[in-house]
C-alpha cells in the first residue's frame, strides 16, 4: 500500500503561476514508476474534472481545453513525484486540485483506485 500527497496550491493573483506537487509515499518495495498519475480538479458541487495525466514512460497527456498550452506535467521517477506546472492562471482555475493512479491514463475518474487529499488553488485578485 502507498499513498499519495499533494502540495503547491495557493491564493494567487490572476496571471500568476503555480507549481503543484504529488508525492508517493509507501513501503521500501512500492514502485512508482509501474503507475500513471493523473491531476484533476473539482469545484464543490461539480464533477472532478481531468485535467492531465503522465504514464509509466513519461507520455504527457492534456485533457482540459481550458488549459492547454498553460499546464505542463512532468514526473521524477527518484524522487517518486509528479508535477503540474500552472502558468497564467485565471479565476476560473480556483479549485482542488487532486492527483491519483492507475495503470495507463485514463480521462475517467472512476478508473483511478488512489486518490490523494487535494490541495486548494484560489486565483483571486
Known amino acids: 500500500q502507498f499513498w499519495l500527497v499533494e502540495s503547491g496550491g495557493d491564493l494567487v493573483q490572476p496571471g500568476g503561476s503555480l507549481r503543484l506537487s504529488c508525492a508517493a509515499s509507501?513501503?521500501?518495495?512500492?514502485?512508482?514508476?509501474?503507475?500513471?498519475v493523473a491531476w484533476f480538479r473539482q469545484v464543490p458541487g461539480n464533477e472532478r474534472e481531468p485535467i492531465s495525466c503522465?504514464?509509466?514512460?513519461?507520455?504527457?497527456?492534456y485533457y482540459a481545453d481550458s488549459m492547454k498550452g498553460r499546464i505542463t506535467i512532468s514526473r521524477d521517477f527518484v524522487r517518486k513525484t509528479v508535477s503540474l506546472q500552472m502558468d497564467a492562471l485565471k479565476p476560473e482555475d480556483t479549485a482542488i486540485y487532486f492527483c491519483?493512479?492507475?495503470?495507463?491514463?485514463?480521462?475517467?475518474?472512476?478508473?483511478?483506485?488512489?486518490w490523494g487529499q487535494g490541495t486548494q488553488v484560489t486565483v483571486s485578485a
Open positions: 509507501g513501503p521500501r518495495n512500492f514502485t512508482w514508476d509501474y503507475y500513471a
Open positions: 491519483g493512479v492507475r495503470d495507463d491514463c485514463m480521462r475517467e475518474e472512476w478508473a483511478y483506485y488512489l
Open positions: 503522465i504514464d509509466t514512460r513519461a507520455v504527457e497527456t
